[in-house]
């Protein structure tokens, strides 16, 4: 069973960083195209930022570019999101996801139209509020 769980939210000033982290289980992150998720209350999903270790390729949605960064540790098979100068509307709980490579025809594809349903896998989610 492919199982992701998130850590590293919180309650964060507006300026201020988070870094979150999630854990692979039951399959090796590194043979898989992965991203970050986030909603809002009352808002769409929205795709932070995906990257394909396949071809090294990375998307960041234009919200989060120059402030968020994605990476992936092997030797612990976890993906991280570093989260620099967080602003209010950064406000949403955050999904890790992972899916076979060969199942996207590009990684921004990957982070525009992924949905629960079609990854391979997706956690459970971390709050991060980012408040005065």
């Known amino acids: 069973q492919l199982q992701l769980v998130e850590s590293g939210g919180g309650l964060v000033k507006p300026g201020g960083s988070l870094r979150l982290s999630c854990t692979a289980s039951g399959f090796t992150l590194d043979h898989y195209a992965i991203g970050w998720f986030r909603q809002a209350p009352g808002k769409e999903r929205e795709g932070v930022s995906c990257h394909n270790s396949k071809d090294g390729s990375t998307y960041y949605a234009d919200s989060v570019k120059d402030r968020f960064t994605i990476s992936r540790d092997s030797a612990q098979n976890t993906m991280t999101l570093q989260m620099n100068s967080l602003k209010s509307e950064d406000t949403a709980v955050y999904y890790c996801?992972?899916?076979?490579?060969?199942?996207?025809?590009?990684?921004?594809?990957?982070?525009?139209?992924?949905?629960?349903?079609?990854?391979?896998?997706w956690g459970q989610g971390t709050q991060v509020t980012v408040s005065s």
């Open positions: 996801a992972a899916i076979a490579p060969q199942r996207i025809t590009s990684i921004r594809a990957m982070c525009l139209f992924a949905t629960k349903t079609n990854l391979d896998s």
